[in-house]
């Protein structure tokens, strides 16, 4: 199992970006998604989660309203477009895959193939 995240960059305070996150050696479709990311000096934290099937997703509180989470089974790909873009924003994100298929999963021991991770700096 590989995933990889992408799209990250350098995007001023206030703006806007979407990452992607390309699996290959599995099929996404029976597992949950999730978004996590990680600051210098913190802990990895959730970002934001879809079920297996897309019928439910999950926000960090300080993301909710900012953060869309989305999945295209058909590319088997996962997408996490950001809007509003803070400074503290600022963290490494990484995509992973839920441990178990057909359900919904939002903590981090859940989740069990986890990607390479993409730098999003946000300037201010």
């Known amino acids: 199992v590989q995933l990889q995240a992408s799209g990250g960059g350098l995007v001023q305070a206030g703006g806007s970006l979407r990452l992607s996150c390309a699996a290959s050696?599995?099929?996404?479709?029976?597992?949950?998604m999730g978004w996590f990311r990680q600051a210098p000096g913190k802990e990895r934290e959730i970002v934001a989660a879809?079920?297996?099937?897309?019928?439910?997703?999950y926000y960090a509180d300080s993301m909710k309203g900012r953060f869309t989470i989305s999945r295209d089974k058909a590319e088997n790909m996962v997408y996490l477009q950001m809007n509003s873009l803070k400074p503290e924003d600022t963290a490494v994100y990484y995509c992973?895959?839920?441990?178990?298929?057909?359900?919904?999963?939002?903590?981090?021991?859940?989740?069990?193939?986890w990607g390479q991770g993409t730098q999003l700096t946000v300037s201010s």
């Open positions: 992973a895959t839920d441990r178990l298929p057909l359900r919904m999963a939002t903590t981090a021991s859940n989740f069990g193939s």
């Open positions: 879809i079920s297996w099937n897309g019928g439910s997703t």
């Open positions: 050696g599995i099929s996404l479709d029976d597992y949950a």
